[in-house]
T-cell receptor, first 110, second 115 residues
Framework: GQQVMQIPQYQHVQEGEDFTTYCNSS?????IQWYKQRPGGHPVFLIQ?????EVKKQKRLTFQFGEAKKNSSLHITATQTTDVGTYFC??????????FGSGTKLNVKP | EPEVTQTPSHQVTQMGQEVILRCVPI?????FYWYRQILGQKVEFLVS????????KSEIFDDQFSVERPDGSNFTLKIRSTKLEDSAMYFC?????????????FGSGTRLTVV
């Protein structure tokens, strides 16, 4: 099946530090989505990126889509304990299903 | 916010038994999906359902799995003869707004434990 690589697998940060997770594909993507899953919860949609080089912001979260549409990143500025969870990218190769990355588990120490 | 409702929240079953997981997706959507997540692992695609038919399925979705729409609003995922490795969270999902431009809305999931 199609694969999308997500790194790092885990990230432990002190509250107030920044955090970044990366998603990489070997093939060009039509779009990419990002989800957050709190411990014990379900994935919650954050954003979708469609255009080459697109940058979108949601408060302290910045999402980027690479120029070649093969990679994407999610950056959180000044993490808070409420940011704890696993962040997944999800890619749509054929408009019929999304493949999720392996996720980056973020732990924020107060 | 429109919601996707899943029942039961937790199901414990003996190996070899059949289970039926239920979902009420966001209404008026043509697409519908089932995903599963083994504890601590990534969310894996199982099957997509479009206009009352299976649109696509993964290699995980073998002959022991089936998806049905018993009435206009409910969807079910049936596992005919459960195995220990079927233990996972099962999520159903609907597109956020009727197309795939706005992400999926996931249900809160059914935790299946096969003993």
């Amino acid at each position: 099946g199609q694969q999308v690589m997500q790194i790092p697998q885990y990230q432990h940060v002190q509250e107030g530090e920044d955090f970044t997770t990366y998603c990489n594909s070997s093939t060009t993507l039509s779009n990419i989505q990002w989800y957050k899953q709190r411990p014990g919860g379900h994935p919650v949609f954050l954003i979708q990126l469609v255009k080459s080089g697109e940058v979108k912001k949601q408060k302290r979260l910045t999402f980027q889509f690479g120029e070649a549409k093969k990679n994407s990143s999610l950056h959180i500025t000044a993490t808070q304990t409420t940011d704890v969870g696993t962040y997944f990218c999800a890619v749509d190769y054929n408009f019929n299903k999304f493949y999720f990355g392996s996720g980056t588990k973020l732990n924020v120490k107060p | 916010e429109p919601e996707v409702t899943q029942t039961p929240s937790h199901q414990v079953t003996q190996m070899g038994q059949e289970v039926i997981l239920r979902c009420v997706p966001i209404s008026n959507h043509l697409y519908f999906y089932w995903y599963r997540q083994i504890l601590g692992q990534k969310v894996e695609f199982l099957v997509s359902f479009y206009n009352n038919e299976i649109s696509e399925k993964s290699e995980i979705f073998d002959d022991q799995f089936s998806v049905e729409r018993p009435d206009g609003s409910n969807f079910t995922l049936k596992i005919r003869s459960t195995k220990l490795e079927d233990s996972a969270m099962y999520f159903c999902a609907s597109p956020g707004t009727g197309d795939r431009s706005y992400g999926y809305t996931f249900g809160s999931g059914t935790r299946l434990t096969v003993v």
